[in-house]
């Protein structure tokens, strides 16, 4: 019998990677402001190591009033000018501007959808189990993701490639990707 082991992105001396891996990741959580902040920290992390994000998120869950749509959504330039000011945060003014967008746009998919989870659950409807051997049999993208990508972007959002929905839907679960071998796998 293969001996179990976490999947290899989380194997470190870093205990914040190993917390989120092991609690987090892959682990379905349809809370609007858990969605909204792991699109946010998603689309921060674009071009970063996740790590760095990891340790600049309770930084971030200040700063974007604990990532309740409705309060980051007030936010305007002074706001923007602000956080920009802020080295214990990602200071890149497309993604701080992509992050209020979207804000917005989550409250406008609230009002059509009931929810942002509702929304989601037109594209992926129930958590993806995939069975994955090795890290390099996770996709970075998939079909999914791809078309949820037009339609974000028709619908008002910012920042939110295929690539970093696909890592946004295995955040919150309804992709999990952990290796076959991993203790922390769901298998649904």
Not at 6 to 12: A, F, G, M, T, V
Not at 17 to 35: F, P, V
Not at 166 to 185: M, R, T, W
């Amino acid at each position: 019998m293969q001996e179990k082991e976490r999947c290899p992105w989380s194997s470190s001396t870093d205990s914040l990677m190993e917390q989120y891996h092991d609690h987090e990741w892959g682990k379905l959580n349809l809370d609007e402001s858990y969605l909204y902040e792991m699109l946010t920290l998603e689309l921060f992390q674009s071009g970063l190591n996740w790590s760095v994000i990891l340790h600049k998120r309770e930084n971030f869950r200040r700063d974007f009033h604990n990532f309740i749509p409705a309060e980051v959504a007030q936010m305007d330039e002074n706001d923007i000018n602000d956080l920009m000011q802020d080295s214990s945060i990602v200071r890149n003014r497309q993604k701080i501007t992509a992050a209020i967008k979207n804000a917005r746009a989550i409250l406008i998919i609230d009002a059509t959808y009931g929810n942002f989870a509702h929304y989601l659950q037109t594209f992926c409807k129930t958590p993806i189990v995939h069975h994955p051997l090795t890290q390099e049999d996770v996709p970075s993208t998939n079909k999914i993701a791809q078309k949820m990508a037009k339609q974000m972007k028709k619908d008002g959002f910012s920042f939110v490639g295929p690539v970093i929905l696909y890592s946004f839907l295995q955040a919150v679960g309804l992709i999990n990707d952990h290796l076959e071998n991993c203790p922390f796998k769901y298998h649904g």
